[in-house]
């Protein structure tokens, strides 16, 4: 059985996670579930490290947020899994939270192939000390690159008709450049400018068909190449026809 207890004032989040882990096929109880810090500060401080097994706190809560509520749960108890529920928009706070050591990040809107691998890491870790002298289960480093990925295919999905910068792209997303390269192509299978190049090319499809009116080379400029050449050459390359007989409803041919 996998007890944990969950802190979001978001009421909707709180009952999808509920119901979400009701389906899985592992032993899940919801052990509390509090709409602030302070609530759920309230519970745990009346249970021991055998009762919980995994603490899933939202940052920003009234009354007390994450923060506060996994410092002080660090000081009841220091080894207890932490997963941390944020947003895109929240990732200062989210990557303040690396300190204190957290398990997982849960990013909104939920997956829930995520949250079922990070059970599964719970409940291994909990059978694992069962049998073994209690080590600490908290693992910063795969739960905080997780979320540094995803940041940062959103900013390159948010910002794809700008000129590409990987040194601000990194520092955005608080990491070395060099690294932040070899994370992403290890996450995604991609290099980060296969992926932008996927982005763009997408975008330019869908400008091709919804506005046919705009000229090549406005394109081109719309998702981040200045030269239309250049544009032209790329998009021939990859989907096999120019973007002008790509608007004119020329596919590629099935193999």
Known sequence: MIRIMIADDEEVIRRGLEKITSRMDLEVEVIGSHGN?????????????????????????????????????????????????????????????IRFGVLDYLLKPIEKVQLYELLKRVEENKQTNLTEPQQPVVQTSEGGEH??????????????????????????????????????????????????????????????????????????????????????????KICGVTPKDYKSGCRIPKV
């Open 37 to 97: 810090g302070m609530e759920a500060w309230n519970q745990l401080s009346t249970i021991t490290a055998e009762d919980i097994d995994l603490l899933i706190t939202d940052i920003k809560m009234p009354r007390m947020d994450g923060f506060m509520l996994i410092e002080k749960a660090r000081g009841w108890m220091k080894d207890l899994p932490i997963a941390v529920l944020s947003g895109f928009s929240d990732f200062e706070y989210a990557r303040r939270a």
């Open 147 to 236: 979320y540094v990925v995803e940041q940062a295919k959103a900013i390159l999905e948010k910002e794809y008709g700008h000129i590409f910068e990987l040194e601000r792209l990194a520092e955005t997303v608080g990491m070395n450049a060099s690294y932040l390269s070899r994370l992403f192509k290890y996450k995604t299978g991609q290099t980060i400018t296969d992926y932008l190049i996927g982005i763009r090319i997408a975008k330019a499809k869908e400008l091709l068909i919804s506005q046919p009116d705009l000229k090549n080379y406005e394109i081109a400029e719309k998702v981040g190449y200045s030269d239309p050449v250049y544009f032209n050459k790329l998009f021939k």
